[in-house]
């Protein structure tokens, strides 16, 4: 016997505060060198009034103040010209 059901799905998308979450999980994941899973696992969502998901909860990114220093001095290349 086959039943064939309906069902109403809604649909969402990510906002850009959402996408931005999720690239910070991953830098953070990157940087301390762990599993970006649970961090994925333990946001909280809910919806802005467009129908995109927005994270209650991103991810804090703490930095050293040598990995500061190293960002820092990455910024700070100056491009040379010769003729």
């Known amino acids: 016997m086959t039943t064939n059901t309906t069902t109403d799905l809604n649909e ?6 959402a996408v931005g979450t999720v690239m910070m999980a991953l830098q953070k994941s ?7 899973v649970p961090t994925l696992k333990g946001f909280r969502l ?13 991810p804090l990114v703490k930095l050293s ?11 700070n ?5 010769t003729e």
């Not at 809910?46 to 991103?58: E, F, H, K």
């Not at 290349?77 to 010209?81: I, N, P, R, S």
Request: overall charge negative.
């Open 12 to 17: 969402f998308t990510l906002s850009d505060q």
């Open 30 to 36: 990157l940087m301390e060198q762990s599993d970006i």
């Open 77 to 81: 290349t100056t491009d040379t010209e």
């Open 65 to 75: 103040h040598e990995d500061a220093q190293t960002l820092a001095a990455a910024g």
């Open 46 to 58: 809910t919806t802005d009034g467009d129908n995109t998901l927005v994270v209650v909860n991103p």
